[in-house]
């Protein structure tokens, strides 16, 4: 069987609020806003060109959450998002209260990267692509 990635599941203190943030960042729809029977707050997100589904919910019943880390670390560390501008994209998400944390880095290839913290103290990284050598577009 072949794998591929079903979603991203984001914890926030707010799910909704954290929510808006993607959809005004990165223009993700949300799907579905419910309480489930955990006792959590669940929403379904899903990116603008349909090929990702991240999930944000609040703690359970009883759950105790620890912090997040935008920060460099073990596990899951962030998750990227595709730019064509990222100077543009840094200055956008800045205002939308992200911290740039690294970046641009301008990588061997052409392309440059950066990450920031996003809500919740979550990492993210934008990627633009170098040039494609001898490519015209």
């Not at 998750?79 to 301008?106: N, V």
Request: with cysteine.
């Amino acid at each position: 069987m072949a794998f591929r990635i079903n979603h991203i599941h984001l914890k926030a203190p707010d799910p909704r609020r954290t929510a808006e943030w993607y959809v005004k960042a990165f223009d993700f729809k949300i799907v579905n806003d419910e309480t489930r029977v955990f006792g959590d707050r669940f929403i379904r997100c899903q990116s603008v060109d349909g090929g990702m589904a991240v999930n944000i919910s609040g703690p359970r019943t009883g759950e105790k959450l620890g912090p997040g880390d935008a920060s460099a670390h073990f596990g899951l560390e962030h998750f990227g998002f595709d730019t064509t501008e990222i100077e543009g994209d840094i200055r956008r998400l800045e205002g939308l209260g992200a911290k740039l944390l690294e970046g641009p880095i301008q990588l061997p290839n052409g392309g440059r990267i950066a990450f920031l913290r996003a809500p919740d103290d979550t990492r993210v990284e934008l990627v633009q692509p170098g040039k494609v050598a001898g490519g015209c577009c």
